[in-house]
């Protein structure tokens, strides 16, 4: 039998574009002839998928699975919103936000573990690609855990429990995982749905952004004329706003209107250890199209 070296693998996953491990098995099954690994990718529909994996998948839905004392969030994306509402592709994401629980956040891990029939996520994932014809990838996932509490989830305008479009991990610190404490979780998921921040608490934002807003702003109170001693207090002032507005904990409960997130926990008697917000397709670079250019040309015109 001849050796399956990583040269030849590599040389395969270029030329089909399938993933690692079923190069691996397709020269296994072919004694290491690269013609007829790649026709046994083709007739197992692994490498017709691949020729999808050069187009753009902003679409898809977020996942969530919970467990004791922890959470998983992934984004799984797909080239349309249709393929949203497939109930095997919404199985798939389901049973890849379950696997992270376990596997963590990497990707690659999350891809290379082998789920209940004994495939490993990758391949399961590549086999979807080839039934449903669109390209898709798992995009991204985030764990969190306490060691007491929750970490509660939301999901906004779920297509059904744990999928939808946006998704809300919060990790909630308390003496024991109480009703009070799952509701003011999700309560805080919900706040961070709505509001985006960009950390929990101020020692955690980029303190390079911080200076790059008070550079700004220091210009900004320099045109009125104001002595520095005023200037100075003025970007403080407006740097205090700007904390409210980005970090978790300094903003406005959305669920009143009046009082601070870290009030609302602190009289709960809790702590948030952190969260984190996915909205689908989130970053991606979409393609524009021209829908009358796209008539044109599907009319041969």
């Not at 080239?79 to 109930?87: G, Q």
Request: proline content about 1%; charged content about 30%; overall charge negative.
């Amino acid at each position: 039998m001849a050796e399956i070296t990583a040269a030849l693998v590599k040389e395969l996953r270029e030329r089909s574009g399938a993933g690692m491990m079923d190069c691996k098995k397709a020269l296994a099954e072919t004694a290491g002839n690269i013609e007829e690994a790649i026709d046994w990718l083709r007739k197992k529909g692994l490498a017709a998928a691949a020729k999808k994996s050069g187009r753009v998948a902003a679409e898809g839905l977020i996942g969530i699975a919970s467990a004791a004392n922890s959470a998983a969030m992934v984004e799984v994306n797909a080239e349309t919103d249709f393929v949203a509402r497939n109930e095997t592709f919404q199985q798939f994401v389901q049973d890849v936000a379950h696997v992270a629980l376990k596997a963590g956040e990497d990707v690659e891990a999350i891809k290379a573990t082998k789920m209940a029939d004994g495939k490993t996520v990758e391949e399961t994932l590549t086999q979807l690609i080839a039934t449903i014809g669109e390209n898709m990838s798992i995009r991204r996932a985030s764990v969190l855990k306490v060691s007491s509490g929750v970490v509660a989830s939301y999901v906004h305008s779920a297509l059904k429990s744990g999928l939808g479009r946006i998704g809300v991990l919060v990790a909630v610190e308390a003496p024991s995982e109480s009703e009070a404490v799952t509701l003011l979780g999700r309560q805080v998921g919900m706040h961070v749905a709505a509001t985006r921040p960009i950390s929990l608490d101020t020692d955690s934002v980029d303190q390079e952004a911080i200076e790059r807003e008070r550079a700004v702003l220091v210009e900004q109170a320099k045109a009125s004329g104001k002595p520095d001693a005023i200037i100075e207090k003025m970007v403080d002032g407006r740097i205090r706003k700007f904390y409210e507005e980005v970090v978790l904990l300094e903003q406005v409960w959305v669920h009143d209107g009046e009082s601070k997130v870290k009030d609302v926990v602190k009289k709960a008697g809790a702590t948030l250890k952190g969260f984190t917000r996915f909205q689908l397709g989130e970053g991606i670079e979409k393609e524009e199209s021209d829908f009358a250019e796209e008539v044109a040309k599907a009319a041969g015109q």
